[in-house]
């Protein structure tokens, strides 16, 4: 019976005889100590691929079972380019201010727009754009009067007094109408 030849070079190594020295036919001539670490490596090398086969297996596994997929949709939203029949709601999710950049005065704050696209399209034509488009207001201390931002970057305010302060931010659609807003409320402290 013809043994497949991977089959019949882990025999060998098993019995001790390098895979190597099985093809010459005749095991090498040496000390036995040589020939005892010989297999000893042979061996251990066996076990070492044994384990890195399991390992490549199971991060295989993992991968095809979805446990790390995540869609560009999930992280991006819809594509831009095909009209959705329905949206759900805008959402504004709002972060603190950060904290470093408080205490030399500056304001910096962090948002993320959900279901809602930040560009500078502005007017009631672009209402009907699907997925939904428009961009931000924000007010700061209950001010009368607030500014837009279309950037999409996180927004950036100088130049306040030292002492409590609020910043009302909006999320609106491309005729100013407010879908979702969130209200920010710190402390800048006193300059050292």
């Not at 044994?50 to 991060?59: D, S």
Request: net charge negative; glycine share 8%; hydrophobic share 45%.
């Amino acid at each position: 019976m013809h043994q497949p030849e991977e089959e019949r070079d882990a025999v060998q190594v098993l019995e001790g005889i390098s895979p190597a020295v099985a093809a010459e036919g005749r095991p090498k001539k040496g000390n036995g100590n040589e020939m005892a670490s010989n297999r000893q490596k042979d061996m251990e090398l066996s076990m070492l691929t044994l384990h890195l086969l399991q390992i490549v297996a199971m991060a295989f596994a993992l991968c095809a079972s979805g446990a790390f997929a995540q869609t560009a949709r999930e992280i991006r939203g819809s594509a831009g380019v095909v009209p959705l029949v329905s949206e759900p709601p805008a959402k504004i999710i709002i972060d603190p201010p950060v904290a470093d950049s408080l205490a030399l005065g500056r304001v910096v704050i962090q948002y993320q727009a959900e279901n809602l696209r930040i560009v500078q399209v502005f007017g009631p034509a672009a209402l009907d754009v699907s997925p939904r488009i428009g961009h931000i207001h924000v007010t700061v201390d209950d001010a009368p009067w607030r500014c837009a931002d279309a950037s999409g970057e996180p927004l950036i305010i100088n130049g306040l007094p030292a002492g409590p302060h609020k910043i009302l931010i909006e999320h609106v659609n491309a005729n100013h109408q407010t879908l979702d807003q969130g209200v920010v409320n710190f402390v800048i402290p006193q300059a050292k």
